[in-house]
């Protein structure tokens, strides 16, 4: 099985911007996405294939490569921003989460 | 519109059995993967079964392997969970997920609790 590592929290001011990493053997050969998750509701999804962006989810959102280490920036991030990120990545034949990043915009 | 929109939660003892269901609809079911993931109370989120389109292809995450079945009706646009020899470490929020095997996973339900306790 693989793993893939998250800081356990991040914190920035509004305007700011957020940086958050994923690490792992994993992601130097497969893509990642990116989930962003409230209290109570389910994960969206705001980056996938490691840079794409779905539609509807805001400029501000990007992703990045860097062989084993991925990385999810917010741009300006903004209090409705605050939530849990969670990178995911597939192999043949597991598929996995990192253990997640919770982001305080205060 | 997209939908999916999880049913089947419920309490139930350990060692027990229950099926989730997902109803899926605005798009052509068959034509994506599917994928269950779970979220314990309090915790991250766990990967647990996923299921490609036409169903060639299947996985398990090794906590669930040999107990847990996931399936596909299409005629109904339907993915079943079939979840045996419950543990109290499977009690968790269950959501259904399209995408996967190439796909990114774009829209979620809104999930289903199973709790399993005496």
């Known amino acids: 099985s693989h793993e893939l590592t998250q800081p356990s929290s991040v914190s920035v001011s509004p305007g700011q911007t957020a940086t958050i990493t994923c690490s792992g053997d994993v992601l130097g050969k497969k893509s990642v996405r990116w989930f962003q998750q409230k209290p109570g509701q389910a994960p969206v999804l705001v980056i996938y294939r490691d840079t794409e962006r779905p539609s509807g989810i805001p400029e501000r959102f990007s992703g990045s490569n860097s062989g084993t280490t991925v990385t999810l920036t917010i741009s300006g991030a903004q209090v409705e921003d605050e939530a849990d990120y969670y990178c995911?990545?597939?192999?043949?034949?597991?598929?996995?989460f990192g253990g997640g990043t919770k982001l305080t915009v205060l | 519109e997209v939908q999916l929109v999880e049913s089947g939660g419920g309490l139930v003892k350990p060692g027990g059995s229950v099926r989730l269901s997902c109803a899926a609809s605005g798009f052509t079911f068959n034509s994506y993967g599917m994928n269950w993931v779970r979220q314990a109370p309090g915790r991250g989120l766990e990967w647990v079964s996923s299921l490609s389109s036409g169903d060639v292809y299947i996985h398990y995450a090794d906590s669930v392997k040999g107990r847990f079945a996931i399936s596909r009706d299409s005629a109904k646009n339907s993915l079943h969970l079939q979840m045996n020899s419950l543990r109290t470490e499977d009690t968790a929020v269950y959501y259904c997920?399209?995408?996967?095997?190439?796909?990114?996973?774009?829209?979620w339900g809104q999930g289903t609790l199973v709790t399993v306790s005496s």
């Open positions: 997920a399209r995408g996967g095997y190439g796909d990114p996973e774009d829209f």
């Open positions: 995911y990545s597939a192999t043949d034949n597991n598929r996995v």
